[in-house]
């Protein structure tokens, strides 16, 4: 497995500015960060009741992709471009084109973006 925390972690340094600052905001990515929760939700749910499947349905793949759409308005709405650098510097569409129908995959893309919101908060990120 990965280690996503140090990734995670990674990429946040990364976006300081040369003030030491993020210029990112909790605010900025929180619709997504609410949608990647809530599907989590989902599939937990949906792997409790199919535990020996390592594969998602459809219905739940559908969504995982739509998250792309997702930060893609949040990015767009940004005149900064300070969403959209966050986006490239996390991999975030790669990491989902990734993910396909693997619960352990998506499991995995969960706990990066905790850990992006957790580093973010830590070095300073504001609400």
Same mark, same amino acid.
């Given at each position: 497995?990965?280690?996503?925390?140090?990734?995670?972690?990674?990429?946040?340094?990364?976006?300081?500015?040369?003030?030491?600052?993020?210029?990112?905001?909790?605010?900025?990515?929180?619709?997504?960060?609410?949608?990647?929760?809530?599907?989590?939700?989902?599939?937990?749910?949906?792997?409790?009741?199919?535990?020996?499947?390592? @594969?998602?349905?459809?219905?739940?793949?559908?969504?995982?992709?739509?998250?792309?759409?997702?930060?893609?308005?949040?990015?767009? &709405?940004?005149?900064?471009?300070?969403?959209?650098?966050?986006?490239?510097?996390?991999?975030?569409?790669?990491?989902?084109?990734?993910? #396909?129908?693997?619960? @352990?995959?998506?499991?995995?893309?969960? &706990?990066?973006?905790?850990?992006?919101?957790?580093?973010?908060?830590?070095?300073? #990120?504001?609400?």
């Amino acid at each position: 497995m990965e280690d996503v925390g140090a990734q995670a972690e990674k990429v946040i340094k990364n976006l300081l500015n040369a003030d030491g600052k993020l210029d990112l905001t909790t605010g900025q990515i929180r619709k997504f960060l609410t949608a990647v929760n809530s599907l989590t939700s989902k599939i937990e749910v949906y792997k409790a009741q199919n535990e020996k499947s390592d @594969t998602l349905p459809e219905n739940f793949v559908m969504e995982i992709k739509y998250l792309k759409v997702k930060i893609a308005y949040q990015a767009g &709405r940004d005149k900064k471009k300070t969403v959209k650098n966050f986006v490239e510097k996390a991999g975030l569409f790669e990491r989902i084109d990734k993910i #396909g129908d693997s619960f @352990t995959k998506y499991e995995n893309f969960a &706990r990066y973006i905790e850990a992006l919101v957790a580093y973010h908060k830590f070095y300073g #990120g504001k609400d």
